[in-house]
């Protein structure tokens, strides 16, 4: 049974250019989020996808975009890179609960380090 | 807006040791979910412990448990007989979810070393 997969592992790029990233979910799980993790802090939740539809989105400037595909993979995008975009980036799926207040456990992929120079 | 704390950036014990990750959160919901994750140098996020703030018995998988406080808002994490393999970041995470939404709220992370 395949976890999340994340490509690519490693990216560099500089200022100013676009970046996009990708994941693909854990068998049988339809909901992909997108999390930021800044060298020594927690995660910061950036938004989710359910049905190919962003249901919910954290602080984050609308640089940051992103795309669910029918086969349930996700990609993120960053436009306009700032040095403050260097971080690890993490993707996480899970199944979307329809009953009020039930929610699934999120399972991770081994994230995406970026690099913005 | 809920917030996750966690007060101790370090921690270290030896080997077969038991070590005590707290956590606190501040929410004014009543229903929703606590995690522990824990993330190695390989930087995958693995989640150790699941808690419903619903249940009232603490969890337990295996040599982790969790002292769950729900009126201190207190969310603690026991791992007893402390492996080398315990070595990594651990992150206290909270969700409440809102029609179907899942948003994890993170802790900055304890960053726990076994010693052999």
């Known amino acids: 049974d395949a976890g999340v997969t994340q490509s690519p592992t490693h990216l560099i790029k500089t200022r100013g250019q676009q970046v996009t990233l990708r994941c693909s979910p854990k068998s049988g799980h339809d909901t992909v989020s997108w999390y930021q993790q800044a060298l020594g802090q927690g995660p910061q939740f950036i938004f989710q996808?359910?049905?190919?539809?962003?249901?919910q989105r954290g602080n984050f400037p609308d640089r940051f975009s992103g795309h669910q595909f029918p086969n349930y993979s996700s990609e993120l995008n960053v436009n306009a890179l700032l040095l403050g975009d260097s971080a690890l980036y993490l993707c996480?799926?899970?199944?979307?609960?329809?009953?009020?207040?039930?929610?699934?456990?999120?399972?991770f992929g081994p994230g995406t380090r970026l690099t913005v120079l | 807006a809920q917030t996750v704390t966690q007060s101790q950036p370090e921690m270290s014990v030896q080997e077969a040791e038991t070590v005590t990750l707290s956590c606190t959160y501040d929410t004014s919901e009543n229903n929703y979910y606590l995690f522990w994750y824990k993330q190695p140098p390989s930087r995958q996020m693995i989640l150790v412990i699941r808690?419903?703030?619903?249940?009232?018995q603490n969890a337990t998988e295996n040599r982790f448990s969790v002292n769950f406080q729900k009126a201190a808002k207190s969310f603690s994490l026991k791992i007893s007989d402390s492996q080398l393999g315990d070595t990594a970041m651990y992150f206290c995470a909270f969700m409440n979810p809102i029609q179907g939404a899942q948003k994890l709220v993170f802790g900055q992370g304890t960053r726990l070393t076994i010693n052999p």
């Open positions: 808690q419903e703030a619903y249940k009232q």
């Open positions: 996480a799926s899970s199944l979307w609960r329809l009953a009020p207040h039930d929610t699934d456990t999120q399972y």
């Open positions: 996808y359910y049905e190919e539809e962003e249901r």
